[in-house]
């Protein structure tokens, strides 16, 4: 098993482009969700998902889409960068509830200049 | 909503000596896990505390969990420069399905 895979791994973005952060699971968890990490803000949760077709948004929403079409994958997809959300984002599964052990992918340090 | 506090915010420390950070939520948990997260790794879990007063050992790790249910601590004894790394603790909130993070202790081990 490869776990939860996330990928690019770094990204530069000029501010207005949009893009999308790959995070796919082969542990057939239902749970996934999305974080954004800053330095002294720890780990903060943007958008959720408790199974296919259904997803929820977390405590930093604005700014990001996401959607759930199959239980491996769950993009994320920034509309418009801009610099503030220059971080490093982690995928996130868990195989029950959201309240759960997390299983994180490697990280994607994105950039938006 | 909930909150998690984690004290301190950064730790430094001679190697062999002992380590302790502390984490307190705004609400009661049904759970506390702890993780570690390498310099420029990602999250890996360590350890879940599900009981009141419950208190786990992982070689020179001990976890506690408060009788309250309110708070939590992480313990290392003797650390090594393999301990050195950013932890965190995270817990859902009495009948949420989201895992709110502390904002995490930064280890240092001077060797």
């Known amino acids: 098993n490869a776990g939860v895979t996330q990928t690019p791994k770094f990204q530069v973005l000029k501010t207005g482009q949009s893009m999308t952060l790959q995070c796919a699971q082969d542990?057939?968890?239902?749970?996934m969700s999305w974080y954004r990490q800053d330095p002294g803000m720890g780990l903060r949760l943007i958008h959720y998902?408790?199974?296919?077709?259904?997803?929820d948004q977390g405590e930093v929403p604005n700014g990001y889409n996401v959607s759930r079409s199959t239980t491996e994958d769950f993009p994320l997809r920034l509309l418009s960068a801009a610099p503030s959300q220059t971080s490093v984002y982690f995928c996130?599964?868990?195989?029950?509830?959201?309240?759960?052990?997390?299983?994180f992918g490697a990280g994607t340090r994105l950039s938006v200049l | 909503g909930q909150q998690v506090m984690q004290i301190p915010q950064y730790q430094h420390v001679q190697e062999g000596e002992d380590f302790t950070t502390y984490c307190n939520s705004s609400?009661?948990?049904?759970?506390i896990q702890w993780y570690k997260q390498r310099p420029g790794g990602h999250p890996v879990f360590l350890i879940q505390?599900?009981?009141?007063?419950e208190v786990k050992k992982q070689k020179r790790l001990t976890f506690q969990f408060g009788e309250a249910k309110k708070n939590s601590s992480l313990h290392i004894t003797a650390t090594q420069t393999t301990d050195v790394g950013t932890y965190f603790c995270?817990?859902?909130?009495?009948?949420?399905?989201?895992?709110?993070f502390g904002k995490g202790t930064k280890l240092s081990v001077i060797p």
């Open positions: 996130a599964s868990t195989p029950n509830r959201g309240g759960d052990i997390q299983y």
């Open positions: 542990m057939n968890h239902e749970y």
């Open positions: 998902s408790v199974g296919a077709g259904i997803t």
């Open positions: 609400t009661t948990l049904s759970n």
């Open positions: 505390l599900v009981k009141s007063g």
């Open positions: 995270a817990g859902p909130g009495a009948g949420s399905y989201q895992l709110t």
